[in-house]
């Protein structure tokens, strides 16, 4: 179900940059306008906050049992920023790397009656990636991004498997190393010579890790789990060009 949220939010950003586009009524060039368009080339640095959705699958397995089940749906909030380099390459395209770091809540909670309440949380997470744009404006970049996120988790007895038979616990992994690929969309636009606001929509799938072990008969299971995280995060960049005239009028 993630997924397909993430699908519609990452195209429906693409829709609305088009959109944009169309109502500046931008020329087939760049050079078609008179005006000063400032260079993309240039490092930078930024900070920004961000939402998040961060959905689970858990798959139980012994030997004459298995199952497999969606996690109850976390979310929450985070603080990220991010240190990186532009290229512009001719009028209209951008390529970039960049790596960042994001202060995470995002919290999973479980609670029933045989057992208390339970929760995983994402503190922390480390990215490197890369990006592609095109400038739809002088000062206007729409761009594809992806990349490489380690994250670290933290469970509070969320992993731990209760036996109704025999009345024992389990204890599962109190922390866990995540990682894996991400993918987005995102718009960019000058404010100001050297500041610069994004807004970008991220969809990271995590790979799968082992949440809970046990293999002294007559107990022999292995729980896994894997996660999927939507975000939307808004970036406040400062940009490092040159303090003389960095604008040239394209005629």
Same mark, same amino acid.
Do not use: C
């Given at each position: 179900?993630?997924? /397909? ?18 109502? @500046?009524?931008?020329?087939g060039s760049i050079k078609d306008a008179p005006i000063a368009v ?15 959705? &961060? ?5 139980? !397995? ?6 497999? !089940?969606?996690?109850?749906?976390? /979310? ?11 290229? /512009? ?13 994001? !202060? ?18 994402? @503190? ?7 990006r592609a744009g095109f400038l739809l404006t002088p000062t206007s ?8 996120? !380690? ?8 992993? @731990?498997? %209760? @036996?109704?038979?025999?009345?024992r616990t389990f204890p599962g992994a109190t922390s866990l190393d995540?990682?894996?690929? %991400? ?11 050297? &500041? ?37 995060? &808004? ?12 604008? /040239?009028?394209?005629?």
């Open positions: 179900m993630l997924r /397909q949220v993430a699908a519609s939010v990452l195209f429906g950003l693409a829709l609305t940059a088009g959109g944009t586009a169309s109502a @500046d009524g931008m020329p400032p260079t993309w080339s240039a490092f930078y640095i930024g900070a920004g906050v961000g939402y998040g959705l &961060l959905a689970t699958e858990n798959k139980y !397995w012994e030997p004459n049992f298995s199952s497999t !089940w969606k996690g109850e749906g976390g /979310q929450g909030g985070f603080g990220t920023a991010v240190i990186g380099f532009d290229r /512009q390459i001719r009028e209209r395209y951008v390529l970039g790397a960049f790596v960042e770091y994001d !202060w995470s809540s995002l919290e999973l909670t479980y609670e029933d009656t045989d057992t208390p309440k339970q929760k995983f949380r994402m @503190d922390g997470a480390f990215s490197v990636g890369g970049l729409l761009y594809l991004t992806g990349g490489y996120t !380690w994250a670290r988790g933290k469970s509070d007895q969320y992993f @731990d498997i %209760f @036996d109704a038979n025999t009345g995540l990682n894996g690929p %991400f993918v987005g969309i995102g718009m960019e636009t000058l404010v100001a010579q050297r &500041l610069s606001l994004r807004a970008e929509g991220r969809y990271t799938m995590f790979d799968e890790v082992t949440t809970n072990r046990f293999n002294t008969a007559p107990f022999v299971f292995t729980d896994t789990m894997t996660a999927d995280v939507l975000t939307a995060r &808004l970036v406040l960049t400062y940009r490092f060009t040159r303090d003389e005239p960095h604008a /040239q009028i394209l005629k």
